[in-house]
């Protein structure tokens, strides 16, 4: 069987001006669908966004973190964690 690798074909960006999050959505050409939302919140030249994913046929958080220390370089990075019972970020997930 023929890996596939992820090829993003775009990403939709909602902000919620009521209760504050942003929800980003990525653009799988792969599955022809957005994936499930990134939500957080951006303060200054940081931002948080949590999201539930699947890996390996298990569920895991993941944390996207977006860096502007570098006003013409933005940075992102992602961390993975296995889910667990307690639910202490404060995103709900």
Excluded at 17 to 27: D, F, G, H, T
Excluded at 62 to 72: C, E, G
Excluded at 76 to 81: D, H, L
């Amino acid at each position: 069987m023929e890996q596939q690798s992820f090829s993003p074909v775009g990403d939709l960006r909602l902000f919620d001006p009521e209760i504050k999050p942003w929800s980003l959505y990525w653009a799988d050409s792969n599955t022809v669908r957005l994936d499930a939302p990134q939500v957080g919140s951006f303060d200054g030249t940081a931002g948080k966004l949590y999201a539930r994913d699947v890996f390996q046929g298990k569920e895991i958080i993941v944390l996207f973190h977006w860096a502007k220390t570098n006003p013409d370089i933005p940075i992102w990075s992602r961390a993975f964690s296995p889910t667990t019972e307690k639910r202490g970020n404060g995103t709900g997930i």
